[in-house]
């Protein structure tokens, strides 16, 4: 039982730590989307924050951006939002975003299709004057993310059973 109990403060201090002072709400997202069209232009319509753990983001061909609460809970600045964003926007103007068509591509299409996404966001960053360094801080905090955390997690909540 005193080793369950240790775990779990372990894993909640860590959740804490983990968790930025400076999380984003919609109003917030929203700042950034009107700062990357004014310098950028584009065919954005708005971003809808949906609620959810999982961390992703993704563009509807209709021009509606969606972002997971998940996501923004590891966004530590307005810069990595607007990474986020710009690659968003970047696959709506590759006109590769479609929901049915992305999900035809190859692996490595797709791979191609995101570095070339981080290509332009990085020129639409630096447009609106954000800084494109910080998009590494994000993306390797969400690779240290993906699974990490949902297993340690899982092995704490099965252990003695």
Do not use: C
Not at 136 to 158: C, N, P, V, W, Y
């Amino acid at each position: 039982m005193r080793g369950y109990m240790v775990k779990t403060v372990l894993f909640l201090m860590m959740v804490l730590l983990s968790t930025p002072s400076h999380a984003f709400d919609a109003s917030g997202v929203e700042r950034v989307v009107d700062n990357l069209l004014r310098a950028n232009g584009g065919r954005v319509k708005g971003v809808r924050v949906i609620q959810s753990d999982y961390m992703n983001a993704w563009i509807y061909d209709d021009g509606w951006i969606a972002v997971t609460s998940g996501l923004l809970k590891i966004v530590h600045d307005e810069d990595e939002l607007a990474f986020i964003i710009a690659h968003e926007m970047a696959h709506l103007d590759m006109e590769r975003a479609r929901v049915l068509g992305f999900s035809g591509l190859t692996g490595e299409e797709k791979m191609r299709s995101e570095l070339e996404a981080d290509r332009i966001a990085v020129t639409y960053l630096e447009r609106a004057g954000y800084r494109p360094r910080k998009a590494i801080d994000l993306l390797q905090r969400m690779a240290g993310h993906s699974f990490r955390d949902r297993i340690e997690a899982l092995k704490t909540l099965l252990e003695g059973r």
